[in-house]
């Protein structure tokens, strides 16, 4: 996540940081509808894991639930991980160690107008 942070910063996005899951979730839910454009989520996380707290993202009662780009950061390259991530909710799949390339192709498919 440190180098998605890196790029991201470096190009001008406000970062909203979490710990895990739970904190995932709070921080969406704390935010005003439509601040959050991406969520770079990793599968991988104490308390709650990126998958579960994708789900509670999408059935948030709030606009911008089902629209918000969740993205997930795994080291994981299976195809039935990459499977259950998108049934989860998430739009797309990145495998660690992250490719800057691949991280600037993934945001440029969901760029918003």
């Given amino acids: 996540m440190e180098i998605a942070e890196f790029l991201l910063t470096n190009a001008g996005a ?6 895990n899951g739970k904190e995932a979730v709070e921080a969406f839910a ?9 969520i770079l989520m990793d599968i991988m ?3 709650m894991d990126g998958m579960e707290a994708t789900r509670e993202i999408r059935t948030m009662n ?3 639930a089902s629209a918000v780009v969740i993205i997930a950061m795994t080291a994981n390259a299976f ?3 990459k499977t259950k991530a998108l ?3 998430m739009d797309d799949y990145l495998t660690k160690p992250l ?3 691949k991280l600037i192709r993934a945001l440029s498919r969901y760029k918003h107008n």
């Fill in 14 to 19: 406000e970062i909203i940081r979490a710990s």
């Fill in 30 to 38: 704390k935010s005003d509808v439509g601040e959050v454009n991406v």
């Fill in 45 to 47: 996380m104490p308390v």
């Fill in 62 to 64: 709030r606009s911008d």
């Fill in 79 to 81: 195809t039935e991980d």
């Fill in 87 to 89: 049934k989860s909710g």
């Fill in 99 to 101: 490719e800057s390339e």
